[in-house]
């Protein structure tokens, strides 16, 4: 027989929403006031938990950095579109999109990119290999817009690096509770990207950067 018919999580599931809560603190306090900035005890406090209990799911202040990353960089993999009813150019701006929004939202895992420094060597390769995973998508899809015709001749690699360029540098300046909202910015986001790559001239009526217009955002 069922117990509770599932309507109670089990204490396997239990652990895995505390631990995934716990990522998201961390990243959300490395972000904030980075990596040598945050202790343990300030993410245990801001949980309303114990320091000790957070041994229970990561080994030190370290291996949860490692954590935020590993959970960032499925984050950012989610966020690629395989639509293929989509051309070339349509996933990538769609996928940039919900990547910054990945980043910057409230269920983000992502830390600040410099952050990396932080982790042991074997750590941080694996961590590039998985973000080069991430990057490859991408420009694998700018190459197949050059070939269909919908996005500029250009060279796939040099032209995903400077979206990234774009989209990483979101979380640098970003503050929750500014004038642009977390979806604005993500969309508006797609749209630059759509206006640098496009091969075709995009109308500015289609741009969500126009409504931003007027409002600035609070600097860091």
Request: net charge neutral; hydrophobic share 40%; aromatic share 10%.
């Amino acid at each position: 027989m069922t117990s509770w018919k599932k309507a109670v999580p089990t204490a396997a599931e239990q652990r895995e929403l505390k631990k995934d809560a716990l990522l998201r603190q961390a990243a959300f306090a490395f972000r904030t006031n980075g990596y040598h900035g945050t202790s343990l005890t300030d993410i245990a406090d801001a949980l309303g938990i114990s320091k000790p209990t957070l041994y229970y799911y990561v080994k030190n202040k370290q291996d949860l950095l490692y954590q935020c990353h590993l959970a960032a960089s499925e984050q950012a993999l989610d966020s690629v579109c395989r639509e293929m009813s989509f051309n070339a150019l349509e996933r990538v701006c769609r996928t940039m999109s919900d990547y910054v929004r990945s980043m910057i939202s409230e269920e983000s895992y992502s830390v600040i990119i410099l952050e990396e420094k932080s982790l042991k060597p074997q750590q941080l390769a694996y961590v590039i290999e998985c973000r080069d995973r991430f990057q490859a998508e991408v420009i694998d899809m700018i190459g197949q817009g050059v070939k269909e015709g919908t996005i500029v001749p250009c060279e796939p690699k040099f032209a995903a690096f400077c979206v990234f360029g774009t989209a990483n540098w979101v979380t640098k300046w970003y503050r929750p509770g500014g004038s642009w909202q977390v979806d604005e910015i993500a969309t508006a986001i797609g749209d630059f990207t759509r206006s640098g790559l496009s091969a075709q001239p995009v109308p500015p009526g289609l741009t969500a950067l126009f409504g931003l217009a007027g409002r600035s955002e609070n600097s860091r």
